[in-house]
């Protein structure tokens, strides 16, 4: 069908002028590519049916344009399908908003699976990290454990023998100084420094006992005791402790 009536701004819109329009098939002022869709509305119009719908029409000088175009079937007196009658809106600012939302939908999208993966990433290499930490942490446990363990056989016996030899000095040795107060005076001495031993002996033991002590409250395995003590007797044993470290340092 030959165009027949086209108003100035259709005209300036695909930049012709009104009159070299006219008489011209509105197929030709469409790319190749809005043929087909041009035509199957066509066929809805020719069995009567009105029409909203968009389509790339072509300018004069070949630049396209996106249009949305209402259309409704036009009959003669007797009833006969005789051509359309369309209005076009010109939807080229809108098509390029929407594809600049597009592009900026796809970016964030982008961004947002990159995000994700790194994200993930993290996820895999904190989770590694904690596996390791675990590990190192049962390691550590069981390694203080261990030694612990080990170093309680060797203060038993200096435990035991420091006793021992302290009672056995006091019982058999000391008594032969006599009235030689140099030699009482050392002899007190040795018993003190024998006193020293044990008393520190039994403070690493109950250091190993407090090391063993955080691996049961790590494990929540720990019990509460609640004991009374004598604040002075641990002075005098602190200061027994130093005694001989004062003395080569005064």
């Keep these: 069908y030959a165009t027949v009536f086209v108003n100035r701004r259709m005209a300036d819109m695909l930049g012709y002028a009104p009159d070299a329009m006219i008489g011209r098939p509105f197929a030709a002022f469409l790319p190749a590519e809005s043929l087909e869709e041009a035509l199957r509305q066509q ?10 719908f968009e389509l790339r029409l072509r300018r004069a000088d070949g630049r396209p344009l996106w249009a949305l175009v209402s259309a409704s079937p036009v009959y ?9 009658l369309g209005m ?16 900026q939908q796809a970016r964030l999208e982008t961004e947002v699976e990159e995000r994700t993966k790194e994200l993930r990433n993290q996820a895999l290499e904190l989770a590694e990290a904690n596996i390791r930490l675990s590990e190192l942490d049962r390691l550590k446990s069981a390694f203080l454990s261990t030694v612990s363990h080990e170093l309680r056989t060797p203060l038993t016996s200096i435990l035991g023998f420091a006793k021992l030899i302290g009672r056995e000095f006091a019982e058999h ?14 002899g007190r001495r040795i018993g003190q420094n024998l006193g020293v031993v044990y008393g520190e002996a039994e403070r690493l033991t109950r250091l190993i006992n407090d090391v063993l002590d955080i691996n049961r409250i790590e494990s929540g395995n720990m019990q509460w005791r609640d004991c009374c003590i004598d604040p002075v007797s641990v002075l005098r044993q602190a200061a027994s402790a130093l005694s001989g470290l004062v003395a080569q340092r005064p």
Aim: hydrophobic share 40%; charged share 25%; net charge positive.
């Design 173 to 186: 040795f000391q008594p032969l100084s006599g009235d030689n107060a140099a030699l009482s005076a050392r």
């Design 76 to 84: 003669s007196a007797a009833g006969t399908f005789i051509g359309v």
């Design 88 to 103: 076009v809106s010109d939807l080229t600012a809108r098509k390029a908003v929407e594809e600049e939302l597009r592009r």
């Design 43 to 52: 066929g809805q119009l020719r069995q009567g049916k009105s029409g909203v």
